[in-house]
């Protein structure tokens, strides 16, 4: 399985040292951190990675969630919060049946799937799992929902690889849909989109981030393609253009 995990500013090495150990244990073939909070390669974290010391000696280190996951066909991220905002969650079937589904195109067939987990302490922000394409929620108890992190991917990497090798009859999959746009594609789209309406007189400075938001949300649910978050961004580049021109 082309899969990848991603840990969001981790904080605690015996955590990152199980997360390694559980991809190989599940033949995740690569892990990547996003800003971690401790030292990743610490004798703790290699003693807890076990078998999948390798794994963890090649982790990639990145800057944002944006860095992580842009050349990720599809992303699903974990949510364990219950102020999760207008987000919806889904149920880790519907989510990874999701991600496992292919578009049967030759361009997207090398390109990984990532999963996303959050910190210890507060997990995913609303604006990064906006990020993801889709969000799951895993159905602990609504008194203490909250996971440990690498319980949480254990969790999750099973249940992928329980749809994953299923029968047909079994098997939760979506049928075959396009691959949606790239976040960092998107997110360039609707930054553009917001400059001009904030131009224009749309948007207010004050409420711009939360009503962009929605139109993300919107987006998201449509699964919106590279191609058409092309034709969009091509839209507002040339309304913008029209705008400035006209003006005396």
Request: some cysteine; hydrophobic content about 45%.
């Amino acid at each position: 399985m082309n899969a990848v995990v991603v840990l969001v500013e981790p904080a605690g090495p015996l955590n990152i040292g199980s997360v390694a150990r559980l991809c190989a244990n599940f033949g995740v073939c690569e892990l990547r951190l996003v800003a971690p909070r401790c030292d990743h390669l610490s004798d703790e974290a290699m003693l807890m990675a076990v078998h999948g010391q390798a794994l963890l000696q090649a982790a990639v280190v990145v800057p944002d969630l944006l860095t992580a996951i842009n050349d990720c066909r599809r992303t699903v991220g974990s949510c364990g919060r219950l102020d999760h905002g207008e987000i919806p969650l889904q149920t880790p079937e519907q989510a990874l049946g999701w991600l496992l589904a292919r578009d049967g195109s030759s361009s997207s067939s090398g390109a990984p799937v990532a999963l996303v987990f959050g910190r210890e302490d507060r997990g995913l922000s609303n604006s990064e799992l906006r990020l993801c394409q889709r969000v799951l929620c895993l159905q602990s108890g609504e008194a203490y929902p909250s996971l440990n992190l690498s319980h949480a991917v254990a969790v999750v990497l099973h249940e992928l690889a329980r749809l994953n090798s299923g029968t047909t009859e079994t098997r939760c999959i979506e049928p075959p849909s396009p691959d949606p746009a790239a976040a960092k594609a998107l997110s360039a789209c609707l930054d553009d989109a917001s400059d001009l309406l904030l131009e224009a007189g749309f948007l207010l400075e004050h409420t711009a981030a939360a009503r962009m938001a929605k139109v993300r949300d919107l987006l998201q649910r449509a699964t919106v393609r590279a191609e058409e978050v092309a034709l969009l961004r091509g839209m507002v580049r040339q309304l913008r253009w029209a705008i400035r021109a006209k003006r005396p």
